[in-house]
């Protein structure tokens, strides 16, 4: 199943392992085909996963509880 005409999902991918980052990198790219993605950066630790988002504007969301999303969202926006 192709994702035709939509706009290709922007990632970043945020790991303290290489090789965890590396094998995430290697699934991602596995799927290109079928789903339109662009790995925007990579990241070793919370602080660089922020300063990437911070940079690119991209927005994050997975393996953050709800609280944490909120309080992501008012760091941004203070931020401007």
């Known amino acids: 199943m192709t994702l ?4 290709a999902a922007r990632i970043l991918i ?3 392992e290489a090789p ?3 094998r995430l990198r290697d699934l991602l790219d596995d799927c290109r085909d ?4 662009v790995i925007v950066d990579e990241a070793r630790n919370g602080r660089e996963a922020l300063e990437v988002v911070n940079r690119e504007k991209i ?3 997975g393996g953050y509880t709800a609280r944490e ?3 992501l969202v008012r760091q ?3 931020a401007g």
């Open 14 to 16: 945020a790991d303290d």
């Open 34 to 37: 079928r789903f339109p993605l």
């Open 59 to 61: 927005g994050v969301w």
């Open 4 to 7: 035709a005409g939509s706009e």
């Open 20 to 22: 965890a980052r590396a």
């Open 69 to 71: 999303r909120r309080r």
């Open 76 to 78: 941004r926006r203070r």
